[in-house]
């Protein structure tokens, strides 16, 4: 077969070294090559000579078209039979092996009329560009990657594409005259999925070859290089070049809809770039309209022609095209962007007000001091005469929220004295256990692990050591957790309240959104299946998310204060649930991001963009002793777990729409109304903007939990999936804000002192009533059903004078062994007062002991005396086979020396004491100096965020 590569050059020269070089390196030479070069004044027509002949290089005018060049190319070359096509850009560097792939793809799929390469960038050569082409119903040019995603060989497999860049394509020469060529209308933009399209519909097929690579930089796209075609407005050929590609492919029978379409979808694009003062662009957009929809000939024609050059039926392509949804996918991308920085352009004007209202408030105080200062002698009279009870139980919002904690702790009464069941396994019996986990290097957990403890054991620890021990913690964090979340949400309501608007909110709003979240670890689920890592969250997010809204205060100190403390309750809720840092991160990546974008001069002020970073930075500083061996050993994946042990929670679409973790939760209507709530909240103009915030926020988390629905942690004891309890919280948590903010809007209207109609006040009513079925009905359901999964001790697993034992020391472990010979076996090790909580997890990141493994493999199919020396070695006293019992094993381990069959409460369970000398040698903990000198650093971190998020002290007004 004959190659002829044809190259198109218009002031190229900075490439052309190049790309002439990656042409002369090819391991299959071309036959022919042709150039055009398009009047550069860079010396580009000298460069194509020094490697061509001089009859090989055209010259043309500045103006010609890329569809015009490759024209008449094609015309100064005769055609010759079988002949292939191999178009170059002056800034397109092929792989010294580029052609002889797509030529060796050409013969494996002969049906192929179009072949592409992949597509990296020039000059980083790793990032992928493309690998193929296609479009989207709004006329997005798709390439299926991420932005700026690296080549991994994750695409590296040939497959049918609508279309292929003409930056390496090759293509039969045939085909390609036989379709007229490439589009004369989309002079530079466009043309190549044009031609892919009509290529597709004649029964072409176009494959891209990933194996075959070419370096493309771009130079169009990206403005490194301007020509006459398309000057400062890139944009404008762009979108029209889509606008056209889209009218003259498109169906007789879907043509109606996309003119509609794309109209409106291009006036929707201008207002979004005047809101992001993108005006070059909006008017490019509109430029781009303009110019297609004002020659509606031009559109005719073209169909016209693909319509005379298509020989046969057409073929349908709609397999190769975009899905239907993927444009509003992109369209949601959009408005994101958009209502971040509305949402802090709604923040500037917020303070404005606020500023505007104080001044007003000052003007106006002469004209009514008298009326106020009657009105504050009798209040004062009123206070001064009342005692503190009088003063609260005539304060409706203070009885309620009194009766509404102390309900909280009904409902919560399971908690008081020793719980376990669910993700909660039982406390330990000293808090001086936790103080040791915590210390360790080396666990004395099972055959033994350097897996390090979960970071919430520090603080349980220290409050265990100031309240009386772990239960009394457990216990305190399960009453406290819904009272303490619906408290914090009231202070986060308030301030939310003072941003979006200047005047306060109705104080009952408050009473509900406070009651409502406060009870989301109940109704969520997670409080009955004992998922304290996520009661915790829940309990401490609204504190967390009032301590960050001091980034926004205007006074310098303030901000970094509000750092301090920021970090400290971050790292706090990631002791429980690491997700609350990452997502954090997350989060503020995006809003420094889109801050900066919208005000650059944040960028040069440390003091705006310090704070929040440093809060962040401050996180795995205080929880060092427990990320930097996490890491270390291999043990990353508790990153995206929770606080509990395992297998976590059961959150579905269903169960994060509504807010349930599980079976445990309340009736899952419960949460469809809230969710309901919040989209109504989306009506009322005045708070959409903060409300369509919080929205967004969310569909941030819902697609980070997308993203973890496809991982799956493959953990040494247990198959799971990342913990997804969080996002339950979020979006619970953001559902009320936007429900609130929504609510005070419908409230102003009603007040606004204009009589409204019937049916607006029978819709308020009905909305009222809506809204405190939420809480009413979480609070009876949880009433009715408190203890879920939660227990007062769980089965013993062994005798009691075998737990005895082990508390004498490491030495006197317990195996336990479940199972048979014919469906394996499973087995653990049991240690002073068992797995307690904390330890669960450590040993459910602990990597598997391969010995160890053996040896009970051995011992269960041919034990041995031996074996049983290695048992006692390894600190383990008693062997123990749970009932059922397996008789093969029993009677295999009867018969072997150095097992002693010992007793057990259950006849069906059987028992053997290892006879040997014991030894703990292997399984002692010990702390090393790197643990000593993490924990230094952590308790140095923790004075420093302290002291530093401490308030400062005021002066009186006296002084």
């Given at each position: 077969?004959?190659v002829t590569v044809?190259?198109v050059s ?6 052309l070294?190049?790309?002439l ?5 090819q391991?299959?030479p071309?036959?022919?090559?042709i150039a055009?070069?398009?009047t550069?004044?860079?010396?580009s027509a000298d ?19 890329y569809?015009?060049a ?8 005769p ?8 178009l170059?850009h002056?800034?397109?560097?092929p792989?010294?092996?580029a ?6 793809a ?5 049906e192929?009329a179009?072949?592409g390469p ?6 980083s050569l790793?990032r992928?560009?493309?690998?193929g082409?296609t479009i989207t ?9 991420e932005?700026g ?5 994750q695409?590296d497999e040939v ?8 930056a ?10 036989g379709?007229?060529g490439?589009d ?9 999925i044009?031609?892919?399209w009509r290529?597709?519909?004649a ?11 070419v ?10 290089r301007?020509?006459?075609?398309t000057?400062?407005?890139t944009h ?5 070049a889509?606008l ?6 498109a169906?007789?029978?879907r ?8 109209f409106?979808g291009?006036?929707?694009r201008?207002l ?7 005006v ?10 303009l110019?297609?929809y004002?020659?509606p ?5 073209a ?7 298509r ?10 095209l ?23 352009q ?6 404005r ?8 408030q ?9 009326r106020?200062?009657?009105?504050e002698?009798d209040?004062?009279?009123y206070l ?9 139980l005539?304060?409706p ?20 004295g ?5 993700a909660?396994?039982?406390v330990p019996?000293?808090v001086?256990e ?5 210390v ?7 055959s ?7 970071a919430y ?21 399960m009453?406290?957790?819904?009272p ?5 949400a009231?202070?986060?309501l308030?301030?939310?309240?003072h941003?979006?608007d ?5 104080r009952?709003l ?10 989301v ?11 304290f890592?996520t ?5 401490l997010?609204?504190w967390?998310?009032?301590?960050a ?9 303030r ?8 970090a ?11 997700g ?11 809003v ?10 944040l ?9 929040p ?8 500083v205080?929880?060092?002793p427990w990320?930097v061996p ?15 042990r395992?297998?976590?929670d059961r959150?579905?679409?269903l169960?994060l729409?509504?807010g ?25 103009r005045?708070?959409?903007?903060p409300?369509l ?9 819902a697609?980070v939990v ?14 799971t999936?990342?913990?997804l ?12 804000i936007?429900t609130v903010l ?12 204009r009589?409204?109609?019937l049916w ?10 809506v ?7 979480g ?8 203890d879920?999964?939660l227990?007062r001790?769980e ?8 737990e ?9 472990g317990?195996?336990?062994?479940r ?5 394996g ?5 049991l240690?002073?007062d ?5 330890e669960?997890?450590?040993l459910?990141l602990?990597d ?9 493999t051995e011992?269960?199919?041919a034990?041995?005396?031996e ?14 086979l749970?009932?059922p019992?397996?008789?093969t094993?029993a009677a295999?381990?009867d ?8 007793s ?6 059987r028992?053997w004491?290892?006879?040997?000398p014991?030894s703990a ?7 090393t ?5 993490l924990?230094?650093v952590q ?6 965020v302290?002291?530093?998020a401490?308030p400062?002290?005021?002066r009186?007004r006296?002084?």
């Amino acid at each position: 077969m004959t190659v002829t590569v044809l190259l198109v050059s218009h002031d190229g020269a900075r490439w052309l070294p190049a790309v002439l070089e990656g042409l002369e390196a090819q391991t299959r030479p071309v036959d022919r090559a042709i150039a055009v070069d398009t009047t550069s004044r860079d010396g580009s027509a000298d460069l194509l000579r020094g490697l061509l002949h001089d009859e090989s290089v055209l010259e043309l005018p500045g103006s010609t078209s890329y569809p015009a060049a490759v024209a008449h190319a094609l015309d100064a070359v005769p055609e010759v039979e079988g002949e292939w096509v191999w178009l170059l850009h002056d800034d397109s560097r092929p792989a010294p092996d580029a052609l002889e792939q797509l030529l060796r793809a050409a013969e494996e799929h002969p049906e192929a009329a179009i072949l592409g390469p992949k597509l990296r960038e020039w000059p980083s050569l790793k990032r992928l560009l493309e690998v193929g082409l296609t479009i989207t119903g709004t006329g997005h040019r798709e390439t299926g990657l991420e932005r700026g995603e690296y080549d991994q060989g994750q695409h590296d497999e040939v497959r049918e594409v609508l279309a292929v860049n003409t930056a390496g394509m090759l293509v039969r020469r045939s085909v390609l005259t036989g379709l007229g060529g490439l589009d004369l209308q989309l002079p530079i933009f466009g043309n190549d999925i044009d031609f892919g399209w009509r290529a597709a519909e004649a029964g072409h097929t176009t494959i891209v070859v990933p194996t075959a690579v070419v370096f493309h930089a771009e130079a169009a796209h990206r403005g490194a290089r301007r020509t006459p075609l398309t000057g400062r407005h890139t944009h404008y050929q762009e979108r029209r070049a889509a606008l056209l590609t889209m009218l003259a492919n498109a169906t007789p029978r879907r043509l109606p809809w996309q003119v509609v379409r794309l109209f409106l979808g291009s006036l929707l694009r201008v207002l979004g770039f005047l809101v992001v003062r993108s005006v070059g662009e909006a008017l490019d957009e509109l430029a781009a309209v303009l110019s297609v929809y004002s020659r509606p000939r031009q559109v005719l024609a073209a169909r016209r022609t693909r319509a005379e050059r298509r020989t046969g039926d057409r073929h349908d392509v709609r397999r190769l095209l975009a899905p239907p949804w993927l444009p509003y996918r992109h369209g949601l991308d959009f408005v994101t962007d958009l209502a971040a920085a509305a949402t802090n352009q709604a923040q500037d004007v917020a303070e404005r007000r606020r500023a505007v209202r104080a001044e007003q408030q000052l003007a106006a105080q002469p004209a009514s001091r008298d009326r106020d200062r009657r009105d504050e002698d009798d209040e004062e009279a009123y206070l001064q005469d009342s005692g503190l009870v009088v003063r609260f139980l005539t304060n409706p919002v203070a009885v309620v929220l009194a009766l509404f904690a102390v309900l909280a702790v009904v409902g919560a009464r399971t908690a008081f004295g020793s719980i376990t069941g669910g993700a909660l396994s039982p406390v330990p019996a000293d808090v001086a256990e936790w103080w040791q986990l915590h210390v360790q290097t080396w666990h004395p957990l099972g055959s033994g692990t350097d897996v390090p403890a979960p970071a919430y054991v520090l603080p349980f620890a220290f409050v265990a050591s100031l309240v009386g021990g772990p239960g009394v913690v457990v216990s305190a964090l399960m009453l406290l957790a819904v009272p303490f979340a619906a408290w914090g949400a009231w202070r986060l309501l308030t301030v939310v309240g003072h941003l979006v608007d200047t005047r306060d909110m109705p104080r009952w709003l408050h009473v509900w959104g406070a009651v409502t979240y406060g009870l989301v670890p109940a109704t969520s689920g997670a409080w009955g299946e004992g998922r304290f890592g996520t009661v915790a969250v829940a309990a401490l997010l609204p504190w967390t998310a009032h301590a960050a809204l001091g980034f926004a205060d205007p006074d310098r100190d303030r901000r970094w204060r509000a750092a301090w403390r920021t970090a400290l309750l971050v790292a706090l809720g990631a002791a429980f649930v690491p997700g609350v840092w990452l997502f954090a991160v997350l989060a503020a990546a995006v809003v420094l991001g889109v801050a900066a974008f919208i005000s650059p001069r944040l960028l040069r002020d440390r003091h705006s963009w310090g704070p929040p970073v440093v809060a962040l930075a401050m996180v795995p500083v205080l929880l060092a002793p427990w990320i930097v061996p996490l890491v270390t050993t291999g043990s990353a994946e508790g990153l995206l777990l929770e606080a509990g042990r395992l297998p976590g929670d059961r959150v579905d679409v269903l169960g994060l729409l509504t807010g349930r973790l599980g079976d445990l939760g309340a009736p899952w209507w419960l949460g469809a109304l809230l969710g309901l709530l919040a989209i109504l909240a989306l009506l009322p103009r005045s708070t959409r903007v903060p409300v369509l915030a919080c929205w967004l926020v969310a569909l941030a988390a819902a697609v980070v939990v997308a993203g973890l629905g496809f991982v799956t942690l493959e953990l040494p004891a247990i198959r799971t999936r990342p913990s997804l309890g969080l996002f339950v919280v979020i979006l619970q948590g953001l559902a009320v804000i936007a429900t609130v903010l929504g609510a005070e809007a419908y409230l102003q209207r009603l007040h606004d002192g204009r009589r409204h109609a019937l049916w607006q006040r029978v819709l308020a009513g009905l909305l009222a009533a809506v809204a405190a079925i939420v809480p009413i009905g979480g609070l009876v359901w949880w009433l009715a059903n408190p203890d879920g999964a939660l227990t007062r001790e769980e089965p013993a697993v062994v005798p009691a004078y075998m737990e005895q034992s082990s508390l004498l020391g490491d030495e006197h472990g317990v195996l336990v062994l479940r199972g048979s010979v014919d469906e394996g076996i499973d087995y653990r090790i049991l240690r002073g007062d068992g797995v307690t909580l904390g330890e669960d997890e450590v040993l459910a990141l602990a990597d598997e002991d391969v010995d160890l493994t053996r040896q009970v493999t051995e011992l269960v199919s041919a034990p041995s005396g031996e074996l049983v020396e290695s048992l006692a070695s390894a600190g383990i006293e008693y062997v123990v086979l749970p009932s059922p019992a397996d008789g093969t094993i029993a009677a295999g381990l009867d018969a072997t020396a150095g097992l002693d069959q010992a007793s057990a409460e259950d006849r069906s369970t059987r028992a053997w004491r290892v006879d040997r000398p014991l030894s703990a040698e292997g399984v002692e903990g010990r702390t090393t100096w790197p643990r000593l000198l993490l924990l230094v650093v952590q308790v140095a971190a923790l004075l420093l965020v302290l002291v530093l998020a401490a308030p400062t002290v005021r002066r009186g007004r006296s002084e």
